[in-house]
Structure formats: C-alpha cells, structure tokens
C-alpha cells in the first residue's frame, strides 16, 4: 500500500533552516509529482511547491520563491523541503502529498505531517 | 493567485442532516475543484476531486457539484465520523490554493 513516511518534529530558531524528509513506498516513486504543503496552528492549509521526481523539475508558490527547496532522491525514494530564513510565521506542521493519479494538482496520499517550531 | 472563498466558515448540525458548503472562486476554474475533509489531529482526506468525482472509498453520502466560480460539497445523512473541517482547492492554476475551510460541528 501507498505510504509516504515523514521525518520527526524539529525546533529551529529564527533565521535558521530546516530540511524534512518524506520517504515514499508502495507505488512507483517517479510516476508521479510530489507536493509539500503546510497548516500552521489552527489555520488552513497553504502550498509550498512541487517536484517531479522523474527529471527534477520543480514549481514554488511565488510567496516562497527563493525560500524553498524541493528535492528527490530516486534512490531512496525520498522527497526533501527546505526551508531557510525562519521567522515564527513559519511554525506549522508541514506535509508531503502526492499527485493522484490522472487528475492534475490532486492530492490522494499524505504523510503523518512534520511539525516545526521556530522559537528563540 | 485565484483566490478561493468558503461559506460559511462553520456551521452547527445534527446526525442525519443534509449538509451543503459553498466554495466560490475569484476567477472561472472550470470544474478543476476538489474537496477534501480534515479531522483534527488527523490528515487530510481526498472526498471529492474534479468538481464531482467521488474518490474511491469514500460514502456516497457526499457529492459534489458546480462549474465555472460556484461550488457545492453536500453531506446527506449526516454521520458522527463527518464532523470535521473541510476544505475546497482548485486545481485549474499551477500554483494551487484552498479555502479558508468550513468546520461542521455537532
């Protein structure tokens, strides 16, 4: 079955980065795109970026641009985000998603969510 | 961005009831909205993709409808496991964005 596994909670402090991971199994890792996406405490949620596993290829939502990094590891078949320049607007869970099948920007597996606490 | 708009932002209701949430884009997106359903602490769940493509697995009691800016996700028979926030996205702009959400409380 579908899993996509997410590395564990992190605390960072302002002006720092932070790198989750998300390790995929049950299907094949480069057929299809992976998104991150993050809720902060209480809210809804917000999209971060995307990648296509098969060539790399990303897209970011503007507000992030520069910001955020999306990577792949076929290897592995692991996705990264990193985030830099935390500010306390950053604290939120972050989760990974992957691309339903057939249907563009459709997101039909997650991971457990990441939570990230920037706090001085 | 195509922003999206939800109403209303949470509403009370009853085992049983039909429940309906609007969702109204800021621009023509075709039937490119999908619904999903978040319980707290959990994550969130696919219901509805395409406007009104049940996904596999999910009870019939919920259907989705609309084209073009206006959107509705209904719940029929309500049950007590579809208390729960719930949230439209669209899926028409590379740079996908959702809803505020609508909170269906007992």
């Known amino acids: 079955q579908v899993q996509l596994v997410q590395s564990g909670a992190e605390v960072k402090k302002p002006g720092a980065s932070v790198k989750v991971s998300c390790k995929s199994s049950?299907?094949?890792?480069?057929?299809?795109?992976m998104h991150w996406l993050r809720q902060a405490p209480g809210q809804g949620l917000e999209w971060l970026g995307q990648?296509?596993?098969?060539?790399?290829?990303?897209r970011y939502a503007q507000r992030f641009q520069g910001r955020v990094t999306v990577t792949s590891d076929t290897s592995t078949s692991t996705v990264y985000m990193e985030l830099s320049s935390l500010s306390s607007e950053d604290t939120a869970v972050y989760y990974c998603a992957r691309n339903r099948p057939m249907v563009t920007r459709t997101l039909d597996y997650w991971g457990q969510g990441t939570l990230v606490t920037v706090s001085s | 961005d195509i922003q999206m708009t939800q109403s209303p932002s949470s509403l009370s209701a009853s085992v049983g009831d039909r429940v309906t949430i609007t969702c109204r884009a800021s621009?023509?997106?075709?039937?490119?909205v999908n619904w999903y359903q978040q319980i707290p602490g959990t994550t969130p769940k696919l219901l509805i993709y395409s406007a009104s493509s049940l996904e596999s697995g999910v009870p019939s009691r919920f259907s989705g409808s609309g084209s073009g800016t206006d959107f509705t996700l209904t719940i029929s028979n309500l049950q007590p496991e579809d208390f729960a926030t719930y949230y439209c996205?669209?899926?028409?702009?590379?740079?996908?964005?959702f809803g505020p959400g609508t909170k269906v409380e007992i």
């Open positions: 621009q023509s997106i075709l039937n490119y």
């Open positions: 049950g299907y094949s890792f480069t057929s299809y795109y």
């Open positions: 996205q669209q899926s028409y702009s590379p740079l996908f964005t």
């Open positions: 990648i296509n596993p098969n060539g790399d290829t990303t």
